[in-house]
């Protein structure tokens, strides 16, 4: 009956979430108005893209959810397991370029962010040892990335961000430097340790096929200052593989998020 002396309720929807934006702008120290006012809500363990031209601000996203940046207005929630001390921390992040640390074979550079958490050695090779053999490295854990090829070391990358175990995955254009076949079996493995992990995952991309391919939504966005332009849901025969790709679904719903995503290219001409 007295109100006061209730504990705050949890809004239920939010219980769901794994990420909620709320009216976010971002205003870099230079003056550009990077994002916003920019909303966004991604469930736990849902697979979204964000596709917008170049410059609208789908990185600032990423740097805002990670911690990495605050907004300059609005709300970033982030869901977290209870006792993560860090910012930052349940989060894994994938960027187009894999930065390994040359002089490093493979296992130490998985091993990196155990060791920065002084996580001891021999858990920490264990542990980055089971995160190769999740993107079907196992076999290359003493090798140095001067050996592999662009793929294996987005592998390396990607089992870098994996090793921590974190709750959301952000990964900023992995596999845009990557040729084709390449992509397409990235594409499939990240699929497959998708559905096996069920993290959330949040995909940015320049590419309308891989965005459709990979993701339950495209979160199509606007010229800078970025906004949601469309937020496009696919639905599909479950799991997704390759017959997906040359499917009747799979074209017309290329064509929808296109015709989303025109008006953000004729926007930006005009900038
Ligand atoms: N640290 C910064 N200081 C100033 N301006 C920045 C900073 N980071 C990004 N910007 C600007 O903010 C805008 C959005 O950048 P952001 O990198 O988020 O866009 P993007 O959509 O990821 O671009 P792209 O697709 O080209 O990678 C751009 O105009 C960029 O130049």
Known sequence: ?????????????????????????KTYDNGVMALGPFDLAVRKGEFISLLGPSGCGKSTVLRLIAELSAPSSGTVRVARHEGVPQPGHGIGFVFQ?????????????????????????AEGRARADAALASVGLADFADAFPRELSGGMKMRVSLARALVTDPDILLMDEPFAALDEITRFRLNNDL??????????????????????????????????PGRIQADIRIETVEPRAEEFRTSAAYSDYCRRVSAALAPSYSEQSTL
């Open 1 to 25: 009956m007295v109100a006061s002396s209730t504990p705050p309720a949890v809004e239920p929807s939010l219980t769901a979430l794994a990420v909620s934006l709320r009216g976010v702008t």
């Open 97 to 121: 370029e894999p930065t390994l640390m040359p002089w490093a074979n493979v296992r130490e550079n998985v091993r990196l962010p155990l060791k920065l958490g002084g996580v001891p050695k």
């Open 191 to 224: 699929l497959a340790l998708w559905r096996s992990l069920r993290k959330t995952v949040i995909f940015v991309t320049h590419s309308v096929f891989e965005s459709v391919y990979l993701s339950q939504r495209v979160v199509v966005m606007t010229a800078r």
